[in-house]
Structures are given as C-alpha cells and as structure tokens.
C-alpha cells in the first residue's frame, strides 16, 4: 500500500477539501479580504486605510509583515534543529512547521506588497545593483523574497510525494544541500532585519524597546516561538483530523524554547539595566504597563510553566504556555509599532480602518483554507499516519547519500 | 528501516547539542558585543570632520526672532516647486502642517515663557549631513545629491514609506489619497541651489529671517548672532548637533522644545547606528554558512556511518 494516501483513499487520488461550515465561512473572509484588497490596489491606501504622515505604518506592517514573519519561525528553527544538529526525532514535527512558515511567509508577501504605495513599482526592489544596501528594508525585501522561494523549493520534495515528477525530482535531489543551508541563513539575516528596522527610531521609539540588541532579540524571539507555534498548530490541526498531536517532540522542542527565553529575558532586562532604563519600568506609563504585560504573560509565565516538567508533559500546560509564548511575541511586535512610537506620533491616533481588518482577515483566513488542503492531500504528519513510509521513499525524499559524499568515502 | 533506525539514534545528551550551544553562543555573543561597542569603522566620521566636509553645501539659517509669519515663503515655495494649494492642508497658522502639497509651513506657535508673543516657525526638511531617510530608503529613490540637497526620485520609490519612519524630524509626507501615492518633501530648490542661487523661499523672505549661503559661513553667522546678542538668543543653533548635523539651521530667542523642536535627539548621525548592525551581515551569513556546511557534512558521514553498519547486520 502507498504510504501517502489513508486507507480508505487508497484507491483514488483526487484532490480534495472537506467543505464544513466553518470553512464556509473561511471561504467567505477570504473572499471578502480579496475584494478589499482589490479596492486598495486601485484606490490607493488613503481610502482603504486610516494610515497618516504620523502613523505611516499600521495593523498591516504588525501582524502581515513583523508578526507574520516571527510567528513563521517554526520553519527555519525545526529545519536547523533536524538536519544541521541531528534532533532526528523533532522530524514529526518538522512537516507542519514547514507547511506552516511556506504559507505564513507567502501571507507576508502578500500583505508586504498590499502595503506597498506604488506596488507596481515592486519589481524595483528586485533590481539588486540598483538597491540600498545600507537600507535594513532593502535586506528584508530580499532575505524574505528569497527565503520564500526556498521554501516553495523545500516543499517540492513533499509535492513530489504525492505527485510523480521523476526530472524534477532529480533536480531537486541536485539541489538539497545548498537549498537547505541558504534555507537557515536568510532567516537568521530577515528575522533580525525586522529588529534592525526600528534601530534607526533612535532617540523617537520608547526607550523600554529601543536598543542596539533589537535584532538579537527579535531573532531569538523568532526561535524561541517556533515550536510554541508548532504545538498551537499541531493542537488545532489534531483537533481538526481528529489525531493525537506528537507531544514528545513538541516537549523537547518547548524545553529548549524555555531556555532560549531565559537568555532572551536577560538580555532585555540586562540591556535596560545598562542603559539605565529600569526606572521606565515602573513609572506607572501605559509603556511601562504593556511592556510588563509583554515580559511577564509573555516571557515569565510561560518560562515558569515549561521548566516544570509536569505541566510541559501535559497538553493542557503545553498548551497554555504554547498560546502566552505566541500571544507575548505578538505584543513584544505591537509594543514596538504602536506603544513605543505613540509618543513620537505627538498625540496624532491611529485606529485601522475597517478594510485593514477585512484584509488582514482574509489573508489569515485564506492561509488557513490552504494549509487544510495541504494537510489533507499531502502526507504532513509523518509520525501519525496509519504505517511509516518505506524506506525507498524517504530515500528519494531526503537523499542522505549526496554524490560527493558517496564520491569521498 | 532507516527512517525507523533514525527515530531512535540520538539520545538527548549527545555531543552535537553541545556544540549547538557553542555555536549559538558564540554567533550571539560575537554579534551582540559587535552591535554594542561604538563603531570604529573609517567610515564614521567625528562631528567636526562632518562639518568641515559640508561646510561649502548650500545651506539655510533660519532666524525665528525675524520671522513676521507672513508666508511669502510658502507661496514662493509653490510656486517654485508647483505645489497646490489644499483646502485640508493649512500651510499657515496653528495648524499648519507639512503635507503633500506642502514643502515648507510657516506654523504659529504660542511659544516663550508667558510672553504672550506668537512664535514663528517655518518648517521643512533640515537636509541633513547624513540622512535617515536616504539610509533607509531600499531603492534609492531619496539620496543625498553630492552638491547636498536630499532628493526625491518617484520613479524608483516603491511606496514603503520607511523614510517617513526613518526621518527624525516627521519630514516626509506621503500622496494619501491618490491610487498611486509618492513621497513628498523639500528638494532644497535643487535646480536654483546647484545653479548657485538661493531657495525661493529664502529669496522672497521680505524680513531676512532666511539667509541662504554655504553651511560653514551660516554656522558662523549664527554663532556670531548667539554671541552678540546673548540675551535675546537662546544658546543653541539647531541643527548644528542634531543627528550629526542639518543644512537647514535654526536660531531662536525661546527654548526649542517649545516650538515643536525634538531636543532629544542623539548627536550621532541615525544611519551610523543601522550601519553597526547591517555592516555585520557579510560576515555572519558567510561565519553562518561555513558552520551550517561543517555541520551538514558531519550529518551526512555520521548517517551513511549507520546505514554501514545497519546492512552489515
């Protein structure tokens, strides 16, 4: 029996999407979000938004572009941990996290060029002589454009799976290493990028935020809330296929994302210790509540909860501080774009437009349509399907033995 | 088989974690440390070497204890520069502000310790010795000309408005309401200034509040302005310092911060701040790539080592 089809579909192969009420309803935020989106392409961001010269980015910037980008880094940080350090086991959740960022970032690109005033002029920011390299903005565009090609190339091997494509199969066998390598290094380089965007907000972004550490610190966040990202997901999607979630891995995986935040919280006290920002801590602001919210829900309870063994091993406190990890990254993010620069916007408010919502939505609710029908018609979760896969398979799929190792023994 | 050998190969404690630490730890430790200590790349220059570099760019001294507000400024600016006139966007007043259609405002304020005198102030872009916003710019549709002015190139802007972000002063202003919006701010009349000539603005001011010349002599005029009347002056020349320098200097007898000026700004040029990050790029993608390879390879040997020994079983 063929491993990649479920007993029951072993016979036919046809492309499939379970409709349900709720993806119903997906369906029609997705539609909604496009049209929308259609809306601002032709007349212009003033109508669509409610952005001004004072608050030049808004809900767009947050969730489509920085959250967006650090909440798809499950992908980069599972696929370091399994083929570059050996955590062979964390390969059960490696699948989804990758499905997961493929997605998140091609949602990215798409709210990237929504934001983009002259988005007909996007193929500008392709012309690499012509560009800025001193502009942080000029290595995010590339870092994220290329890292998302790499990942359409990384999923080839699981389309190749599902569908026979002997020529391209060979080329993608060809080109594993190298896109595997150059598939850790842009994220390392855009996920920072994101922290270096503000470095030039020097003296006009909140001093509880502002540091010459930001791009340390919004990559390591990126890290840190991959394998959070990677429970939510697995919880949602086990739910939804109605399969058990691979619980030890994730508890590795949540146990070393625990220590990556311990450092991550030393840093950020430490760096406003140095800086002699501490007292901005507790001066009673709406910065200094937001910013405790952020480091104690989100760095400190989750840190207490993971580092005891009993509530990591359970899916409810896996769970619950899985969610407190993502919903802190997704303030730390707020707390950069909105809550620091408040004050440097001198009074001027900023509350998105209506369409903001409607097509942020969509995109998120178009990511989640895709990622079903992916997981439905694709072999994702190896670890749970009914029989693991032959071995003929998986060496077409992970080539482990590259000609010029073969060459060299 | 050997997907199933693999699930159960390494153990928790195996030294590849170790290294794992090593490595995140030193590449956090080499860029964290980089990224803290003061930048002592050539290319960064002392205040004074800044100034002396820019002291022949065309420059503006703006005298805010002449300025009578009267807008002849704002209108030779639009007329120079064919900038409408926009119900929405007051280019006099208190609540005039820098727009679309708006290069420079004349800006009421009810500045000065309760002296009950109205304040001038003409805003517009300072042009700074080292732009942000040039810095920031992916596409380098806004760059510093070599004459001095900061210019705008719409036809290669992408419409990201990272400069209106980058720009310490709020200078950049964006086309809202159009389909298709652009940049916009002062060119510091590029054609007349590299002609030599003066800026409309400073040509039509009836009070002599705006003195146009080379950056060096204004900053001298202003100091001497400072010295000779140090009661009717405040001791600061705005711009002077501020982000490591402006073209556009300010003078004034009440204290900037209450006429809408940032005085917090650092005296370090913004762009030497993102450059101590971005300038480490090369080296950690080429430190992270030599490592990713050395590490793959390793992989690679220690998994053919094990389907060895699995098919001599």
């Known amino acids: 029996m063929s491993s990649v089809t479920t007993p029951q579909e072993s016979t036919k192969r046809a492309w499939t999407l379970r409709m349900t009420s709720p993806r119903v309803a997906l369906l029609a935020m997705a539609g909604l979000g496009f049209g929308v989106a259609v809306y601002r392409l032709i007349f212009g961001l003033g109508a669509a938004t409610n952005l001004s010269d004072r608050w030049p980015w808004g809900l767009w910037v947050w969730w489509d572009v920085l959250t967006g980008v650090a909440l798809a880094g499950g992908g980069y940080s599972t696929a370091l941990l399994v083929h570059f350090l050996g955590r062979e086991r964390w390969r059960a959740v490696e699948r989804g996290a990758l499905l997961t960022s493929l997605l998140g970032y091609l949602m990215v690109v798409t709210g990237l060029i929504l934001d983009l005033g002259r988005w007909p002029n996007t193929w500008r920011a392709l012309l690499f002589w012509a560009g800025n390299p001193h502009s942080v903005m000029f290595e995010l565009i590339w870092c994220v454009g290329g890292y998302t090609v790499v990942q359409v190339v990384e999923f080839g091997y699981i389309f190749i799976e599902r569908v026979r494509a002997p020529r391209l199969s060979r080329v993608l066998s060809a080109i594993y290493a190298p896109v595997l390598i150059v598939g850790i290094i842009l994220p390392f380089l855009h996920q920072s990028a994101l922290g270096s965007l503000y470095v030039i907000a020097a003296g006009r972004l909140d001093t509880l935020w502002w540091s010459m550490l930001l791009p340390l610190l919004f990559l390591m966040s990126s890290f840190f809330v991959g394998p959070a990202m990677a429970t939510v997901e697995s919880f949602l999607s086990a739910r939804t296929h109605g399969r058990r979630p691979p619980t030890r891995a994730l508890q590795e995986m949540l146990r070393l994302s625990a220590g990556i935040m311990v450092v991550y919280l030393g840093l950020k006290l430490g760096d406003l210790a140095w800086r002699g920002a501490l007292p901005a801590l507790v001066d009673g602001s709406v910065q200094s509540t937001l910013y405790l919210v952020e480091v104690g829900a989100g760095v400190l309870l989750p840190i207490i909860l993971l580092l005891l063994p009993r509530v990591r091993s359970s899916p409810a406190g896996a769970l619950t501080a899985s969610v407190l990890v993502v919903l802190g990254v997704a303030l730390n993010r707020a707390n950069v774009v909105f809550t620091g620069m408040a004050a440097a916007a001198g009074g001027a408010s900023y509350v998105p437009y209506w369409m903001e919502f409607a097509v942020t939505l969509g995109i998120i609710a178009a990511g989640i349509l895709a990622y079903l029908f992916v997981t439905e018609n694709f072999p994702i979760y190896r670890e749970i399907r009914p029989e693991p896969p032959s071995s003929v398979e998986w060496a077409q799929l992970w080539p482990r033995q590259p000609r010029e190792l073969r060459a060299t023994r | 088989m050997v997907a199933r050998a693999e699930e159960h190969s390494r ?281 990713l390879i050395a590490l793959y390879v390793r992989r690679q040997k220690a998994l053919l080592a094990r389907e060895g020994n699995e098919g001599a079983r």
Request: proline share 7%; net charge neutral.
């Open chain 2, 11 to 291: 153990g928790p404690r195996d030294p590849s974690r170790r290294r794992f630490l090593k490595l995140a730890g030193a590449a956090a430790g080499g860029v964290g440390l980089q990224a803290v200590l003061p930048a002592k790349a050539k290319a960064v220059l002392s205040s004074d070497e800044r100034a002396e570099r820019h002291a022949r760019d065309p420059a503006l001294l703006i005298d805010l204890t002449r300025c009578v507000g009267c807008g002849s400024c704002v209108a030779a600016c639009k007329l120079e520069n064919e900038l409408e006139w926009r119900r929405g966007e007051p280019s006099l007043g208190p609540r005039a502000e820098l727009a679309a259609s708006n290069w420079t405002v004349v800006a009421t304020e009810a500045g000065g310790d309760g002296d009950g005198r109205t304040r001038y102030v003409k805003r517009q872009c300072l042009h700074c010795l080292e732009p942000a916003c040039a810095s920031a710019c992916p596409v380098r549709a806004l760059r510093k000309e070599p004459l001095g002015p900061i210019t705008y190139d719409v036809d290669k802007c992408i419409g990201c408005r990272y400069c209106l972000m980058a720009c310490p002063f709020g200078v950049p202003t964006f086309e809202w309401d159009r389909p298709i919006s652009s940049v916009s701010k002062c060119n510091l009349c590029f054609e007349r200034t590299s002609r030599g000539e003066a800026t409309a603005c400073a040509a039509a001011c009836p009070v002599k509040a705006i003195t146009f010349g080379p950056r060096g002599r204004l900053l001298e005029e202003a100091r001497d302005r400072l010295a000779a009347e140090p009661e009717r002056y405040v001791p600061h020349v705005y711009g002077e310092s501020e982000v490591g320098g402006t073209s556009v200097l300010y003078v004034s007898d009440v204290a900037f911060s209450e006429l809408g000026f940032d005085e917090g700004l650092p005296d370090e040029p913004l762009p030497d701040f993102t450059w101590k990050e971005t300038r480490l790029i090369p080296s950690v993608a080429a430190g992270l790539g030599a490592a």
